[in-house]
Nanobody, 122 residues
Framework: EVQLQASGGGLAEAGGSLRLSCRVT????????IGWFRQAPGKEREGVSC????????HYADSVKDRFSISRDNAQKTMSLQLNSLEPEDTALYYC???????????????WGQGTLVTVSS
């Protein structure tokens, strides 16, 4: 069974940090690009960051560049997203997802986790 289990969300103050993790099972993660998305209340789901397979090339949305950092450990089947310098605008449900296409477009992501909630207070 394919599963992406996201965790690490919670409540943080503005300027604080959180680390999100995504544990994957049920498929060969080495063959997939990993992306993080988020969806704030009343807004569409948007791409935050993505990472290639072994090369580790990364992409970030302009809104999180220089604040968030994505990484992956294929051996542990765990993907991470470090959130620093958090802002109230970062409040959202964060999802990890897997795709065989290098893209930030959510429709190309085949497998999705259940989401983990990040709330940033001002």
């Amino acid at each position: 069974e394919v599963q992406l289990q996201a965790s690490g969300g919670g409540l943080a103050e503005a300027g604080g940090s959180l680390r999100l993790s995504c544990r994957v099972t049920g498929f060969t993660v080495d063959d997939y690009y990993i992306g993080w998305f988020r969806q704030a209340p009343g807004k569409e789901r948007e791409g935050v960051s993505c990472i290639t397979d072994s090369a580790g090339n990364t992409h970030y949305a302009d809104s999180v560049k220089d604040r968030f950092s994505i990484s992956r450990d294929n051996a542990q089947k765990t993907m991470s997203l470090q959130l620093n310098s958090l802002e109230p605008e970062d409040t959202a449900l964060y999802y990890c997802a897997a795709s065989q296409v290098w893209t930030t477009k959510r429709e190309w992501y085949r497998y999705w986790g259940q989401g983990t909630l990040v709330t940033v207070s001002s």
